[in-house]
């Protein structure tokens, strides 16, 4: 599972848009959200870069952590 800093997300609304764009792109993903710490952990097929990107075209910057 991959960690990414999200650090716009801040409500549901930021949430649903991140997790319908990762699951459009791998709908076996697994997401897991820390709104207190504005991160996400995704645990996909798809490598870290496709998954930034995937975040970054839903609108929001991601940084992968670690």
Do not use: W
């Not at 599972?1 to 319908?20: Q, R």
């Not at 459009?24 to 710490?37: K, L, S, W």
């Not at 870290?48 to 970054?56: G, S």
């Amino acid at each position: 599972m991959t960690t990414f800093s999200v650090p716009n997300m801040s409500c549901g609304h930021c949430k649903a848009k991140i997790e319908d764009s990762l699951l459009d792109a791998d709908e076996g993903a697994m997401i897991e959200f820390d709104m207190d710490n504005r991160e996400v952990s995704v645990d996909s097929t798809m490598d870290a870069a496709a998954i930034a990107e995937t975040i970054q075209s839903a609108g929001y910057e991601a940084t992968a952590k670690g």
